[in-house]
T-cell receptor
Framework: GQQLNQSPQSMFIQEGEDVSMNCTSS?????WLWYKQDPGEGPVLLIA?????ELTSNGRLTAQFGITRKDSFLNISASIPSDVGIYFC?????????????FGEGTQLTVNP | GAVVSQHPSWVICKSGTSVKIECRSL??????MFWYRQFPKQSLMLMAT?????????EQGVEKDKFLINHASLTLSTLTVTSAHPEDSSFYIC????????????FGEGSWLTVV
């Protein structure tokens, strides 16, 4: 099946620093999604990307859909303690597969005040 | 925004018993729902795709007789873990694809299952 490689696996940063994480795939997707998961809860959608090359912002978050359709990155600017959590990328194929998502392994973010 | 609710949030059951987890889309219709399991510090692993009015499609390696899925209405899918064993203890998460908005998928809050 499709594999998503997400990096880094974990990050330890100081409050106020910027953060960048990315995902690469062995095959193309036509939608990239970024989720944040807090402990014991389901993932919450942060940003959705639908077109190759698309750059989308949501507050301090910025994500881009790679031109090759095989990668995406997420940037968080001026991090704050509540940014702590696990961030997952997910690729989606809008076809007869029922829009199933393939998830990356996650990036555990720790923000030190 | 769209809400997907799971129930129960957590459950403890005895080994050998069955437990049912519900996934409801509260304010939209969802022909397709998905069930995932997640072990601590790991990513979400898709177990099966649930389609209203038809049989679920299971991922390779997932026992369909052990993880029974019923999608009886456009707002409800259930996952029943039959004859549960301690190794079935996990975080189970559902998601629902909103019919009216293309392929937007919303996740439930997850259900913790502990089998003792």
């Amino acid at each position: 099946g499709q594999q998503l490689n997400q990096s880094p696996q974990s990050m330890f940063i100081q409050e106020g620093e910027d953060v960048s994480m990315n995902c690469t795939s062995s095959s193309i997707f036509n939608t990239w999604l970024w989720y944040k998961q807090d402990p014991g809860e389901g993932p919450v959608l942060l940003i959705a990307l639908y077109k190759a090359g698309e750059l989308t912002s949501n507050g301090r978050l910025t994500a881009q859909f790679g031109i090759t359709r095989k990668d995406s990155f997420l940037n968080i600017s001026a991090s704050i303690p509540s940014d702590v959590g696990i961030y997952f990328c997910a690729g989606q194929l809008r076809e007869t597969s029922g829009s199933r998502l393939t998830f990356g392994e996650g990036t555990q973010l720790t923000v030190n005040p | 925004g769209a809400v997907v609710s799971q129930h129960p949030s957590w459950v403890i059951c005895k080994s050998g018993t069955s437990v049912k987890i519900e996934c409801r889309s509260l304010d939209f219709q969802a022909t397709t729902m998905f069930w995932y399991r997640q072990f601590p510090k790991q990513s979400l692993m898709l177990m099966a795709t649930s389609n209203e009015g038809s049989k679920a499609t299971y991922e390779q390696g997932v026992e369909k007789d052990k993880f029974l899925i019923n999608h009886a209405s456009l707002t409800l899918s259930t996952l029943t873990v039959t004859s549960a064993h301690p190794e079935d203890s996990s975080f189970y998460i559902c998601s629902a694809r909103r019919d009216s908005s293309g392929n937007t998928i919303y996740f439930g809050e997850g259900s913790w299952l502990t089998v003792v």
